[in-house]
């Protein structure tokens, strides 16, 4: 049972270029969100996806796109990546039942923007 | 934005030593968990709480969720190296929705040997 994949695992960018982060998860899990974490700042929402074919922003959204085409996979989209988007990328998948919300992370990208 | 204010922001003591991490909030949370980060990892949750007054014990370490869920407490007894690490609480939205999660921004603990 491989949980929550990312991948790649490190990645570095030019300004103005284009990426996308892929997450998958095989727990069949209905919630998949992205965070970023930067020092000092903690791990801030960017997207998530209560379902297949929807999504919805979370608290640091412009610059990032995402889809969810299906219950397993969840990619996040750098259209235009800028020096400010250097960070580490999380993604996490989560059920909830019994008032609980159990979040599983990967192991993260990291993310540098020259 | 719900915020959730952890304090102290950074923690080195000797093993053996106790100490209390807290977690701070006005707003009430459905549930509060809490999650352990290693270096070049991502977080793993530890605990998670969910009625007011509630303790949870986890070998050396105690959690509480305060009456009102508003606050959470850690407390970790004779720590060790072993416990090193970035510790973050994270609340969950009250009023149903609870799939979005509200972190602190940590404290990263050092044990010393």
């Known amino acids: 049972n491989a949980g929550v994949t990312q991948t790649p695992k490190f990645q570095v960018l030019k300004t103005g270029q284009s990426m996308t982060l892929q997450c998958a998860q095989d727990m069949n899990h209905e919630y998949m969100s992205w965070y970023r974490q930067d020092p000092g700042m903690g791990l801030r929402l960017i997207h998530y996806s209560v379902g297949a074919g929807i999504t919805d922003q979370g608290e640091v959204p412009n610059g990032y796109n995402v889809s969810r085409s299906t219950t397993e996979d969840f990619p996040l989209r750098l259209l235009s990546a800028a020096p400010s988007q250097t960070s580490v990328y999380f993604c996490?998948?989560?059920?909830?039942?019994?008032?609980?919300?159990?979040?599983?992370f990967g192991a993260g990208t990291r993310l540098s923007v020259l | 934005t719900q915020l959730l204010e952890q304090s102290p922001q950074f923690l080195s003591i000797q093993e053996g030593e106790n100490l209390t991490v807290y977690c701070n909030s006005s707003?009430?949370?459905?549930?509060l968990q809490w999650y352990r980060q290693e270096p070049g990892e991502g977080p793993v949750l530890l605990v998670t709480v969910v009625t007011g007054g509630e303790v949870k014990k986890l070998k050396r370490l105690t959690f509480q969720f305060g009456d009102a869920r508003k606050d959470s407490s850690l407390h970790i007894t004779a720590a060790q190296p072993g416990d090193t690490g970035l510790y973050l609480c994270a609340g969950a939205h009250s009023g149903g929705s609870n799939y979005k999660l509200t972190f602190g921004k940590g404290t990263l603990l050092t044990v010393n040997p």
């Open positions: 996490a998948s989560s059920y909830s039942g019994r008032g609980k919300n159990i979040q599983y």
């Open positions: 707003s009430v949370f459905s549930s």
